[in-house]
């Protein structure tokens, strides 16, 4: 299918907007591990549902038309996605990454990555020329999340392309914050979008999922190839909570975004808080770039309380709003990076990044914003 429709359209009907046998409107959950062949060498197209299965090819699909890519692969967690994303590159490879980054990453990369033989330098990607401090021969990559968690730092994606291509290398954009309704990496010059469906895409803090999606005609066997042998597979009924899921996305991602700078500007003027990072800010350091490239600013809201003493009564107090690992589902959450996302990354290094004793970080979810702001009020004191 040309991809000519809008985005709000590509996300309601995806890659087929009715099964061609039944009429069915909802694409079925194909629940089934092995698939009859005709006979010797003939081939429905479908064998063994690690490898293959019609409930997870319509996702795969519906994401890449989503993404303007021409591959999606599907897997069952976000982590599972970007681990398989590294599997492109070799031993000796170097790979520049946003330092300011989803903690589960950092622990895949730095733990395991490193001591298979990869090298990374971590580096705040939004500052150009630290990026290019970081070019070694070697370097074959660079994987940014921009905007950045949790500091809401925007790299500028032409311009990562251009660089890491001229040296032959490839960028990987791990796009979950803005989800493909408000950015598309791929459309940017970016060669890999990464995504944990479990945040925006399925919506509903319900399941974990992850994406790549790409429109290399080269890479597309390996990858698939390497979804196959891992197994991290994203399972038929939680392809179909995706597809279910992503339905929604547009109008989800409005709400949201319009809860995320209502409770930004509320926060701003609060006498307890110190700083409020919001890429719906005027006066965000990127907001011009951040306009530029993406079409929104999604409901993803942190901010520095002045004193460290008040997040503890800060995260029990709120009742509406959960304390509560992850993001992007209808309900609001409240995340505490340093003992929670951001765990994982040693202290120098998170503090380096911004993620302090004081930072929290808020998830705008669907409810109504002036009940989201009195609990916060509340909850501030
Ligand atoms: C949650 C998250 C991940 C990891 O995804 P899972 O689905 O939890 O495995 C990766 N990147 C970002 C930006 C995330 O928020």
Redesign the pocket.
Known sequence: MKNTLSQETILVHGATPFDRETGAVSTPIYQSVTFRHPALGESTGFDYSRGINPTRTELEKTLALAEHGTHGLA????????SAIIKLFKPGDHIIVSED??G??YRLFNQFYAAYGFSFSWVDTSDFARIEECLRPETKALFI?TPS?PMMKVSDIRRCADLVHRRGGRLIV?N??LSPYFQNPLDLGADFV??????YLAGHNDT???FIVHSSDADADTLRTIQKSEGATLAPFDSWLLLRGIKTLAIRMEKQQKNGAALAAWLRTHPRVEAVFYTGFEDHPQYKLSCSQARGHSGMVSFYVKRAADVARLLKKCSLILFA????GVESLITYPLVQ?HGAIPQQMRLAAGVTDTLVRLSAGIEDSADLIADLENALG
């Not at 990464?194 to 945040?199: D, I, L, M, N």
């Not at 690992?325 to 992007?328: A, I, K, Y």
Request: aromatic share 10%; glycine share 20%.
């Open positions: 897997f069952a967690s976000g982590m599972g996605a970007i980054l989803y589960g990453t999340e968690n791990d979950t914050f990464v995504h944990s469906g479990s945040k974990l999922a992850g690992e992850s993001l992007g996302t």
